[in-house]
């Protein structure tokens, strides 16, 4: 069966430094991967999506960046986070690209820029 | 573009009374329609879907939900809450022959009281 996994859990980082959040999915090959942000009351928000290794698109214009450079592995970055950063990051994975896909999530990270 | 409206954010209720959760979208052809769910300390996982068929659909632990093409609505329902539905629930809209990447609503918080 197929699995998602994101680390780390959780992350308290000051303003203007680096991140790095990694996911990787098990028992697939070829996923769809996507990155959403999910802030209180305001729903889901992607924020980039993939359909192959070194394919990223990008949804919101930020200081973020996605990049995919295994099959399986999808990992979001900023080289200086700033205090909007904070959230809780998804990782999420889909096997086609139809309408009628389900997405499957992993247990996300919780952010907390100081 | 699409869009999802999910009108309640909080929705408090006892044990053993009946759930009414609004879904409605912005879209003027077919779509596919989904509700997800977040248990707390869990992944974000599908409760159910429609594409096709039957507009009332049945999905995991008792919850249904009827697509009325008429009034753009996917509302979710279940006739009996218990406490283990404390829930964040996400409805989510995808039209047919479009984009694979849906459209998430803000969510709504049910706190289900023993």
């Known amino acids: 069966s197929q699995t998602i996994h994101q680390w780390p859990a959780t992350l308290v980082q000051p303003v203007g430094s680096p991140l790095s959040l990694e996911c990787t999915v098990e028992?697939?090959?070829?996923?769809?991967l996507y990155w959403y942000r999910q802030a209180a009351g305001r729903g889901l928000q992607l924020l980039f999506y993939?359909?192959?290794?070194?394919?990223i698109s990008s949804e919101v214009p930020q200081n973020l960046s996605a990049s995919r450079p295994q099959d399986r592995q999808f990992i979001l970055s900023s080289k200086k986070l700033l205090l909007s950063d904070s959230g809780f990051y998804l990782c999420?994975?889909?096997?086609?690209?139809?309408?009628?896909?389900?997405?499957?999530f992993g247990p996300g990270t919780r952010l907390t820029v100081l | 573009a699409q869009s999802v409206s999910q009108h309640n954010h909080h929705v408090i209720l006892s044990e053993a009374a009946s759930l009414e959760l609004g879904c409605n979208y912005s879209?003027?052809?077919?779509?596919?329609l989904f509700w997800y769910v977040q248990y707390p300390g869990q992944h974000l996982q599908l409760l159910l879907k429609?594409?096709?068929?039957?507009?009332l659909v049945k999905g995991i632990k008792g919850f249904e939900a009827e697509f009325i093409k008429s009034k753009f609505s996917f509302n979710l329902r279940k006739p009996s809450v218990q406490w283990s539905d404390t829930a964040e629930y996400f409805c989510?809209?995808?039209?047919?022959?479009?984009?694979?990447?849906?459209?998430f609503g803000r969510g709504t918080s049910l706190i289900v009281h023993p």
């Open positions: 999420a994975w889909s096997p086609d690209r139809t309408a009628t896909d389900t997405q499957y």
């Open positions: 028992g697939t090959s070829n996923p769809n």
């Open positions: 993939s359909v192959g290794i070194g394919q």
């Open positions: 879209y003027g052809g077919t779509v596919n």
């Open positions: 429609y594409f096709s068929g039957d507009p």
């Open positions: 989510a809209v995808n039209p047919s022959g479009g984009s694979y990447i849906p459209t």
